[in-house]
T-cell receptor, first 112, second 116 residues
Framework: KNQVEQSPQSLIILEGKNCTLQ??????????LRWYKQDTGRGPVSLTI?????NTKSNGRYTATLDADTKQSSLHITASQLSDSASYIC???????????FGAGTRLTVKP | GAVVSQHPSWVICKSGTSVKIECRSL??????MFWYRQFPKQSLMLMAT?????????EQGVEKDKFLINHASLTLSTLTVTSAHPEDSSFYIC????????????FGSGTQLSVL
């Protein structure tokens, strides 16, 4: 069983709408949890980094939340733009041993 | 901000040849670099972790003699796919971070390898 489950696998929304992507993880403990955006054929780009003690962190139109008790994280995108079309990957990271677990990602498509 | 440069961005080679991919940290010292491969519509899969000056640590199932990793300096790591075969065709990505706790992990732009 994958230790990081992301949902939905894919999502299509209209430009300007909001959406929320989910990440459930079983790995514990971890140093921080990261969300990345990956455009097709490109390397991932960091959106947010949260330690286990943080509940929320924002980066522009991206807001990540973390509930360490339920082992859930979410990424909320507001006022979506066409350029938001990409895969969004959730990554819990154990810094001490450089152990990372990559979620399979959610493929977001924003349509005009 | 910090940048990780990966080269080449794409390469086509004949079966049986070796291909070298470079990953450079441009404005910070990368004490640790990671190498991944990614098949279409799938998640990144960690292949190996390399620390400067020491041997790379390979993930289970990754052949160390097939995928040679060298991290000779704090700004350069290389991945050599030896005797490449069509099944090695994939998207290879590197990432790097420095020594500070919680430091950002920066990814290269990836290399698309196609083995004919």
């Amino acid at each position: 069983k994958n230790q990081v489950e992301q949902s939905p696998q894919s999502l299509i929304i209209l430009e300007g709408k909001n959406c929320t992507l989910q990440c459930n993880y079983t790995v514990s403990p971890f140093s921080n949890l990261r969300w990345y955006k990956q455009d097709t054929g490109r390397g991932p780009v960091s959106l947010t980094i949260m330690t286990f003690s943080e509940n929320t962190k924002s980066n522009g139109r991206y807001t990540a939340t973390l509930d360490a008790d339920t082992k859930q994280s979410s990424l909320h995108i507001t006022a979506s733009q066409l350029s938001d079309s990409a895969s969004y990957i959730c990554v819990p990271w154990f810094y001490n041993n450089n152990d990372m677990r990559f979620g399979a990602g959610t493929r977001l498509t924003v349509k005009p | 901000g910090a940048v990780v440069s990966q080269h080449p961005s794409w390469v086509i080679c004949k079966s049986g040849t070796s291909v070298k991919i470079e990953c450079r940290s441009l404005d910070f010292q990368a004490t640790t670099m990671f190498w991944y491969r990614q098949f279409p519509k799938q998640s990144l899969m960690l292949m190996a972790t390399s620390n400067e000056g020491s041997k790379a640590t390979y993930e289970q199932g990754v052949e160390k003699d097939k995928f040679l990793i060298n991290h000779a300096s704090l700004t350069l790591s290389t991945l050599t796919v030896t005797s490449a075969h069509p099944e090695d065709s994939s998207f290879y990505i590197c990432s790097a971070h420095g020594s500070r706790v919680g430091e950002k992990l920066f990814f290269g732009s990836g290399t698309q390898l196609s083995v004919l």
